[in-house]
């Protein structure tokens, strides 16, 4: 390909150079823009196949879109089709389909996996946020949480990222509770009762100096 774009170009300045044929000259030009754009094309195609699921996925969600996809995701958690708190090979293809025929055609597993991701995370924030605090309820007409405005200063204060939540809605937050609660409960005490037994280890292992007797470690 190379060698014929430069055997393109020497012919391009020969003819330039030797006569000047304007309709000959622009059958060369436009042969070499052709060529040009192929090659970009090319190039473009090949470094989004290396990019491979980088590639940014600009699919627009709506709020209907999103609450047919915690159903269809909810259906296959309650049919057990999950691994470690997430969807298997087969739920993801499950969800795809039924999505297909609520007439969400376009949407792929892809679609499905980041859109996923964006609601857990989303979801999780809230969830770490406001669990165990007092003082606030979610309002299920505005889709927000609510306190008293001192409580709202407080809290802000602690954690400013906090703020945004005072005024943004999380929708289907039941939904994604129900999806995600008891594997966020589980996860985290699971970490909890880990950094207890090792706290009780670390604490077996203490020995004052100053006591006369011989330490035996425990087995």
């Not at 969400?104 to 996923?116: D, F």
Request: charged share 30%; aromatic share 8%; proline share 2%.
């Amino acid at each position: 390909m190379t060698n014929i774009v430069l055997a393109c170009c020497i012919l391009h300045n020969f003819f330039r150079g030797v006569e000047n044929d304007d309709s000959l000259l622009a059958d060369v030009d436009r042969e070499l823009m052709e060529e040009d754009m192929d090659t970009m094309s090319t190039q473009v195609r090949e470094e989004d196949y290396r990019e491979g699921s980088n590639i940014r996925d600009f699919t627009k969600w709506t709020d209907d879109m999103d609450f047919r996809l915690l159903i269809a995701m909810l259906e296959e958690a309650r049919l057990g089709n999950r691994v470690d708190g997430n969807g298997t090979a087969q739920a993801y293809n499950n969800i795809v389909e039924s999505l297909k025929q609520s007439g969400l055609i376009s949407i792929t597993k892809y679609n499905v996996k980041n859109r996923q991701k964006s609601l857990k995370d989303r979801w999780r924030e809230v969830h770490d946020l406001f669990s165990g605090l007092s003082g606030f309820t979610r309002d299920e007409s505005t889709k927000r949480f609510t306190a008293e405005p001192e409580v709202w200063d407080d809290l802000i204060k602690a954690k400013p990222y906090a703020a945004k939540w005072k005024v943004n809605p999380i929708r289907y937050y039941d939904l994604m509770e129900e999806l995600w609660g008891v594997d966020r409960a589980t996860g985290h005490m699971a970490r909890t009762t880990h950094q207890t037994r090792k706290n009780i280890s670390t604490q077996s292992l203490r020995v004052d100096l100053n006591d006369d007797v011989d330490y035996i470690p425990e087995e």
